[in-house]
Each structure stands twice: as structure tokens, then as C-alpha cells.
């Protein structure tokens, strides 16, 4: 698909979920990587974070955040958790929080691929050298959202912070050999369908390995708390057609989906997307990590929650893995 034929599938009114497009993204979906969901434990280690984004509830000017560190051996405990869950896969996500120094984050990565489990890395902007010793130090994978190719919108976004560093950032951590995840917000204030169309474009420009979509939701306690959230049916756009530009990405049905939808995990994993990510931590400590309110959670437990995400996936006659 070129931006044109992009630009004008995200302009046409939504129909149904049925439609041609999100059709056209399973099909793609199934051809290319097959019936299975991939389930990776995700780890929300620590909500300081030293960056501003105005939509964000972990910004550092939001007073009224509970902040919280989870220590080394409790990040350690929660992937062998992770290991006991059968989960082949953890992610490491926290707000840019450098209380974690470089050794400390190379010896939780270093324990961590001791239980040959895959491991990706969330953990924001940090110096390029030390991405190059994580990845020595056994990190398979980084995740770090592009969030709006908008340079302008970046940078209302974002205070202090620079796009083109952003970009550089992430193909960098290709280039230096990680599997790469990036993504966007949809429906952020004075966002444009052009600028959405150029957000799918540049997943295909960094050749993205696993690109991570959702709506963007108001939190309160953020400068953006009056804001119109995002749409679920255009951020299933998004993912829909991302599949079809990138046939074999990774494409998780993110947690902000399932947050502004009540059945919004599954609609994505039936509209181009393969790979859930629960989160794996404690709810009475993971319930602070809030970007955004309502977070879709783990309240009822976390086996309990990974157990009917399964059951709900083979309902719809897919195989959790
Ligand atoms: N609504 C939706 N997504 C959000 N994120 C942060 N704040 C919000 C919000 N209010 C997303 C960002 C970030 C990811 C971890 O969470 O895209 O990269
Ligand atoms: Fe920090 Fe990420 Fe939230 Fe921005 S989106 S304030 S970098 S946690």
C-alpha cells in the first residue's frame, strides 16, 4: 500500500469490524504468522520517570503519582515467575528512570537469560553505549515508540525533548542488533490522518520487528485530562493496516485497547495483531503504574488473569503460546 491508498483507508468511515480491511489484516495475519499468540510477561519495574510527555500519568510533574521501584531481586523473582506461568518471554518496561544505573540493569539482564527466556527491554532514552552492553548482556529485544512521526506534535508532546534524537535512538538499537519494537499513539490532540499515515510508513521505514499501537486515552493529572480520547475503531485501523504493510511483525493487542474497549484485545488480535503482553507484577503494586485511568489490570490475580486472556484466545480458535 502506498500513503495515498494508507490516507484513504484511515479517512473511510467506520463500518463495521467485519469489514474488508480488518478482514484483509487476518487473512495477512494468518498467512504470515500463523494462528498462534505470543504471550510475553510484562514487567512494569519502576513508574519515576524524568520525562514530561503531556499525555503520560507517570510524568514527572504529576504530584499525585504513587511512585515505586521494584529492586533487583524482586525483578529477577518476577521473570522466574514468569518462567513458572510458561511464559517464554519477558519485557522489562519503566518510566526513564536512571536510579537504575547501567550495572544494575546489566546484572538483572545478565540473571534474568540465565532462565532462557527471551528478553526485551522498555526502559526509554539512555545513553547509545549502554544499549550496546545490554545487548552483550543477553537483551534480545528493545521497544521504544517512535509515539508521532508529527515533529511539530512531537515536540508539543514532548517538552525538552528532541525528535530527531528519537529517531536516531531507534535505528540505532536496530542497527545494533536487538529484534525492534517501536509504535504510536492514535488520536492525540490536533493529530492528524495524514501524520497517522506517515506513523505506518515509518514502522516499514525502520523495518520494525514488533510495533505497538493504542489509542490515546486522557489521564487525569496530566496536562491533556480535558482532551477527547482517541478512537478504538481508528487506533484498529492503524493495527489492521500496519499488519498488511509489515506481513510477518510481531503486533501486539495493547492494554490501552482493551482499556477504551471492553472487548478490545480481542477485535485486535482479530484484526492483524498476534501478541498479548500480560503484566506479570502484583496488582496491588502494578495499579500505580498508571499512564492513563482504567487501566485494563490483573486486579482478580495474575494467573487468574493470564488463564482467562488463554481462555479467551482459543474461543476464538487461536493458540496461546
Ligand atoms: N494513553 C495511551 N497511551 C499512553 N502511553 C502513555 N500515556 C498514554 C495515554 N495517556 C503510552 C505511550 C508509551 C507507552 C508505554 O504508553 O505510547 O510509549
Ligand atoms: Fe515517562 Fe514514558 Fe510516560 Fe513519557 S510516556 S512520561 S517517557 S513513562
New binding site residues.
Given amino acids: 500500500m502506498n500513503k495515498k491508498e494508507i490516507l484513504n483507508a484511515l479517512k473511510e468511515p467506520f463500518k463495521s469490524f467485519d469489514d474488508e480491511l480488518f478482514k484483509l489484516a487476518d487473512k495477512t495475519r494468518f498467512e504470515n504468522v500463523g494462528d498462534l499468540v505470543l504471550l510475553r510477561g510484562l514487567i512494569e519495574f519502576s513508574n519515576f520517570c524524568n520525562k514530561n ?1 503531556l ?2 500519568g507517570l510524568r514527572y510533574e504529576n504530584a499525585n503519582c504513587h511512585r515505586f521501584r521494584l529492586n533487583k531481586e524482586q525483578i529477577i523473582n518476577y521473570a522466574k515467575n514468569a518462567v513458572e506461568l510458561g511464559l517464554e518471554t519477558v519485557v522489562l518496561q519503566s518510566g526513564e528512570d536512571f536510579y537504575y544505573k547501567e550495572k544494575d540493569l546489566i546484572e538483572i539482564i545478565s540473571e534474568i537469560k540465565k532462565l532462557n527466556i527471551a528478553l526485551a527491554l522498555s526502559v526509554g532514552e539512555r545513553p547509545i553505549e549502554e544499549y550496546l552492553h545490554f545487548k552483550e548482556a543477553g537483551a534480545d529485544r528493545f521497544l521504544m ?1 517512535i ?1 508521532t512521526t508529527d515533529e511539530k506534535l512531537y515536540s508539543k508532546m514532548h517538552p525538552k525533548a528532541d525528535f530527531s534524537k528519537r529517531k536516531k535512538t531507534i535505528l540505532k538499537l536496530k542497527e545494533l542488533g536487538f529484534e525492534l519494537g517501536t509504535g504510536s ?1 492514535v488520536g492525540l490532540p490536533e493529530q492528524s490522518l495524514n501524520s497517522i499515515a506517515d506513523d505506518i510508513l515509518f514502522f516499514k521505514e525502520v523495518n520494525a520487528d514488533m510495533v505497538g499501537v ?4 486522557a ?1 487525569p493529572d496530566t496536562p491533556l485530562k480535558n482532551a477527547t480520547d482517541g478512537s478504538f475503531e481508528l487506533a484498529l485501523k492503524v493495527v489492521a493496516l500496519t499488519r498488511i504493510i509489515l506481513p510477518y511483525a510481531n503486533i501486539p493487542a495493547t492494554t ?1 485497547m482493551e482499556t477504551i474497549h471492553p472487548n478490545g484485545r480481542i477485535l485486535t488480535l482479530r484484526s492483524g495483531a498476534n501478541v498479548v503482553m500480560p503484566n506479570i507484577v502484583d496488582y496491588e503494586i502494578n495499579k500505580n503504574y498508571l ?2 485511568s482504567n487501566k485494563a489490570s490483573n486486579q482478580f490475580g495474575v494467573k487468574e488473569t493470564l488463564n482467562s486472556i488463554k481462555d479467551k484466545i482459543i474461543s476464538i480458535n487461536r493458540i496461546p503460546k
Fill in positions: 510527555c499525555y503520560c515508540r509515539e499513539l493504542g489509542p490515546f486515552i489521564s490501552a499512564l492513563y
